[in-house]
């Protein structure tokens, strides 16, 4: 089974640019959640989608979107990027339905995307 | 990992020794924990996990303690290899399906 897959890999924009980030999950998997890594901040969560709606949001500004389509993949969406959203972005798949603990829970991520802003 | 600018805490391990790492959650309403790896130019990977009715869970070369107590994780990793030099990252479960990832901690292994 593929695992979850991130495209593109990398990315260079200028500040003022939007950048629309994919993810497809691991196939059967319902909920993709996002995350943004940075050396000072650490893995901080964006938002989780499942079954198209966003059921999760963190504490991101309003620039920061996503969706998720009826095959459960997903967008996420920066617009007017600043130097400060350079970070590698992260996309986890999980499966929800019926979850009850166990290997349901577990999120796998794919291998991000890299976004550096000049 | 991505670590590069950040100090992360660094634990230097023989080959062959036992490695533990130690992680502090912040809600004691957490009921789900999990263990990942991250490997340079690579997301985390899953390694355990274990519900807040257990204090231990063991799975290969890897155990996983936990203490409500004073809200405190450990991750050991039996005899360990090159290959087990990463970033270690212990996250908590808060609200529905999204977790909340401590800093990391960084493991050396000296051959």
């Known amino acids: 089974k593929a695992g979850v897959t991130q495209t593109p890999r990398y990315l260079i924009k200028t500040r003022g640019q939007q950048v629309t980030l994919s993810c497809s999950p691991i196939?059967?998997?319902?909920?993709v959640s996002w995350y943004q890594q940075t050396p000072g901040q650490g893995l901080q969560f964006l938002f989780e989608y499942f079954s198209e709606t966003q059921r999760n949001k963190g504490n991101f500004p309003g620039r920061f979107s996503g969706r998720q389509f009826s095959n459960s993949r997903s967008e996420m969406n920066v617009s007017t990027l600043e130097l400060g959203d350079s970070a590698l972005y992260l996309c986890?798949?999980?499966?929800?339905?019926?979850?009850?603990?166990?290997?349901?829970?577990?999120?796998?991520f794919g291998a991000g995307t890299r976004l550096s802003v000049l | 990992g991505e670590s590069v600018g950040l100090h992360l805490p660094t634990l230097s391990v023989q080959e062959g020794d036992n490695s533990i790492i130690n992680c502090a959650y912040s809600?004691?309403?957490?009921?789900?924990f999990i263990w990942y790896k991250q490997e340079s130019g690579k997301g985390p990977q899953f390694i355990i996990d274990?519900?807040?009715?257990?204090d231990k869970r063991q799975g290969q070369r890897v155990t996983v303690l936990l203490n409500k107590t004073v809200k405190h994780l450990s991750l050991q990793i039996a005899a360990t290899q090159p290959g087990d030099s990463a970033v270690y990252f212990c996250?908590?479960?808060?609200?529905?399906?999204?977790?909340?990832f401590g800093k990391g901690n960084q493991v050396v292994v000296i051959p």
């Open positions: 274990i519900r807040s009715n257990m």
């Open positions: 809600n004691s309403a957490s009921d789900y």
């Open positions: 986890a798949s999980s499966w929800i339905p019926g979850t009850s603990g166990g290997a349901k829970n577990i999120q796998y």
């Open positions: 996250a908590e479960k808060i609200g529905n399906n999204r977790l909340a």
């Open positions: 196939s059967g998997h319902r909920s």
